[in-house]
């Protein structure tokens, strides 16, 4: 059992910064891939970024590559989401999600393959 708590997010003008953590409980933690997800008001969840188990491999949505930097600690069991140059379009609800899905290279994409959710921090951003 993995529980998620992420924290961090907050209101920012366009073109700053933020930086959301995700703490992660179990001793587990390290076999999971991780990814954090976004839902804006009226639209559906959507994959923001994801890091590997193992080695550590880091995936983005094109919409974030470039700005967003995903990273994860396994000996403090927990996953951080850097956004650089935050666009009013990056506002949303985002969460955290631990997948033990033996292809999730391939599926991480897809919601239905992560386990464990974290509530979920809000980030806006302003102009």
């Known amino acids: 059992q993995v529980q998620l708590v992420e924290s961090g997010g907050g209101l920012v003008q366009a073109g700053g910064s933020l930086r959301l953590s995700c703490a992660a409980s179990g001793r587990t ?3 999971y891939a991780l ?3 976004r839902q804006a008001p009226g639209k559906e969840r959507e994959f923001v970024a994801g890091v590997s188990w193992h080695v550590g491999n880091t995936y983005y949505a094109d919409s974030v590559k470039g700005r ?3 990273s994860r600690d396994n000996a403090k069991g927990t996953v951080t989401l850097q956004m650089n140059m935050l ?3 990056d506002s949303a609800v985002y969460r955290c999600a631990a997948s033990r899905d033996a292809n999730w290279v391939a ?3 897809f ?3 992560y386990d464990y959710w974290g509530q979920g921090t809000q980030v806006t951003v302003s102009s």
């Open 29 to 31: 933690f390290s076999m």
């Open 35 to 37: 990814g954090w997800f």
């Open 68 to 70: 967003f930097t995903i």
């Open 87 to 89: 666009r009013i379009d």
């Open 107 to 109: 599926t991480m994409t």
């Open 111 to 113: 919601t239905s393959v």
